[in-house]
């Protein structure tokens, strides 16, 4: 099974201002048809996840572009370039190279100074 | 819109069986796999288990801390699937979320709640 390793396990943000946070998987996310299979998503309090990222760097229909994605082979960074309030939740990242066993970090929470 | 709506939640005993439904909506339900995922209370996502679409034989695959005791199947002219999970532990408890089994993972249904206990 691959492992998904976030760190850090929290993060505390003033708002305007950048965060990072970082995921390391224990085999390479790069597949044979040249895709790595990296996705990212934020899970607000009490609600759904919600995907922000696929396939390490390509927003999702509706995602503002203060957050961004990068990464090859087996590390990853979510960055957000100016949090904003409403960006408060559990970050997940996901790897599906394994399908259909697809795996979880186990979470970067970020809060609001 | 793609909508995915989980249901059959609710308290049970331990040992006890329930069997949850995913019911789709906005999309061809039969053409695609479905996962099953969970939550527990202030925890992680685990990936419980997933069908095959029809056309690539509809079989299930799970995890294995519940293989055994869960059982994925689909009734694709309803557009359900359902999630029947037996011999219930406390551990069992969680949110239960029903997708399609996809690389990315863009529809999430709000989950139903499933809560072990004596």
């Known amino acids: 099974d691959i492992v998904m390793t976030q760190t850090p396990l929290s993060l505390s943000v003033t708002p305007g201002q950048p965060a990072s946070m970082s995921c390391r998987s224990s085999q390479s996310l790069l597949h044979s048809d040249g895709k790595t299979y990296l996705s990212w998503y934020l899970q607000k309090p009490g609600q759904p996840p919600q995907l922000l990222i696929y396939?390490?760097?390509n927003r999702f229909s509706g995602v503002p572009d203060r957050f961004s994605g990068s990464g090859s082979g087996t590390d990853f960074t979510l960055k957000i370039s100016r949090v904003e309030a409403e960006d408060v939740g559990v970050y997940y990242c996901?790897?599906?190279?394994?399908?259909?066993?697809?795996?979880f970090g186990g979470g970067t929470k970020v809060e609001i100074k | 819109e793609v909508q995915l709506v989980e249901s059959g939640g609710g308290l049970v005993n331990p040992g006890q069986s329930l069997r949850l439904s995913c019911t789709g909506s906005g999309f061809t339900f039969g053409d695609y796999a479905l996962s099953w995922f969970r939550q527990a209370p202030g925890k992680g996502l685990e990936w419980v288990g997933f069908i095959r679409s029809k056309a690539y034989g509809g079989t299930p695959e799970y995890a294995a801390s519940v293989k055994g005791r869960l059982t994925i199947s689909r009734d694709d002219s309803k557009s359900i699937a359902y999630l029947q999970m037996n011999r219930l532990k406390v551990e069992d408890t969680a949110v239960y979320y029903c997708t399609r089994a996809l690389r990315f993972l863009g529809s999430w249904g709000q989950g139903t709640l499933v809560t072990v206990s004596s």
């Open positions: 396939e390490v760097f």
């Open positions: 996901m790897q599906s190279i394994q399908l259909p066993q697809l795996t």
